[in-house]
C-alpha cells in the first residue's frame, strides 16, 4: 500500500475487485464477444418507440468511461421530439448534399461505395430516439466576483471516444440498433440543441429498432491475425 504522507487531495479507497475462476474468465469473454460480433451499423429503422430506461441505461453505461484526470467532458442530449429531429435531419441532409455532391473527393466516395450511403439521411427522423454526444472542451465556473474561470480538460477526444465505445456497445446489448453517424460540419446540432460554446458536437447516434426490411452491407471485420501483433 502506498505510504501516507502524500498530497492530502489524494483520497485513496480499498478497490473493489472480484477475482474470478479462469474457466469462468473465459466463459464471461466469449459471451461478450459473441454478443457483440453481431453487432451491426443500422441505417433503416423502424418507427417503434424505445423505453426511456435502457437510453438512460445506456448512457449510465457510458458515464463509467475512463477519462483525462477524470473530467468525464462529455454530455448526452437525447431528443426524441419529432420536431427537433425534423430540424437536425434537415440541417444534416443540406451538410452531406454538399458533401457528396462537392466537397468529397473520389477517394473518399470509393471508400464509402461499399457502405451504400447517400445525402439522404432518413432515419434522422425515423429512429425514434437521437443521442448527440457533445464533447466539453473545458469546463466554467466563476469566481467570487461572479467572473468566469476556465476549467482545463485533458484527452477530450480520447476520453469522449471511449465513452461512446461503452455507449454503442451497451446499447447493443440492449436489444437496441444503432449508427454513428458524423455529419460534417456539425456545428448546427450545437445551435439546433442550444449548447454552450464549452461544447462541441462529437457524435450523433440515432437509437431504434431496425426496419423489418432492413439490410446491411456485405462486409467483414479483419481477422484476429491482422489487428493484433505479439511480441
Ligand atoms: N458523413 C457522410 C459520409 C460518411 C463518412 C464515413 I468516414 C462513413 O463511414 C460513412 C459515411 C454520411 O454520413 O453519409
Known sequence: MPADGGDPRYHPIPLAFSRLAPDEQARRLQAFAARLQSRRTVRHYADEPVPDGLIDGAIAVAGTAPSGANMQPWRFIVVRDP??????????????????????????????????????????????????????????????????ERIKH??????????????????????????????????????????????????????????????????????LDEIRIRK
Open 154 to 223: 485533458y484527452y477530450v477526444q480520447e476520453s469522449v471516444g471511449i465513452a461512446c465505445g461503452f455507449l454503442l456497445a451497451a446499447l447493443h446489448v440492449a436489444g437496441l440498433a444503432t449508427l454513428t453517424h458524423t455529419p460534417s460540419p456539425m456545428g448546427f446540432l450545437a445551435d439546433i440543441l442550444g449548447r454552450p460554446k464549452n461544447e462541441k458536437p462529437y457524435l450523433l447516434i440515432p437509437v431504434g429498432y431496425p426496419a423489418a426490411d432492413a439490410v446491411v452491407p456485405d462486409i467483414a471485420k479483419k481477422p
Open 83 to 148: 420536431e427537433t429531429k425534423r430540424r437536425i435531419r434537415l440541417a444534416a441532409e443540406d451538410e452531406e448534399r454538399a458533401f457528396y455532391q462537392q466537397r468529397a473527393t473520389d477517394e473518399w466516395l470509393e471508400a464509402l461505395a461499399p457502405l451504400g450511403t447517400d445525402w439522404h439521411k432518413d432515419f434522422l427522423e425515423v429512429a425514434p430516439v437521437l443521442i448527440v454526444v457533445f464533447r466539453i472542451d473545458y469546463g466554467i465556473r466563476h469566481d467570487a466576483e461572479g467572473r468566469e
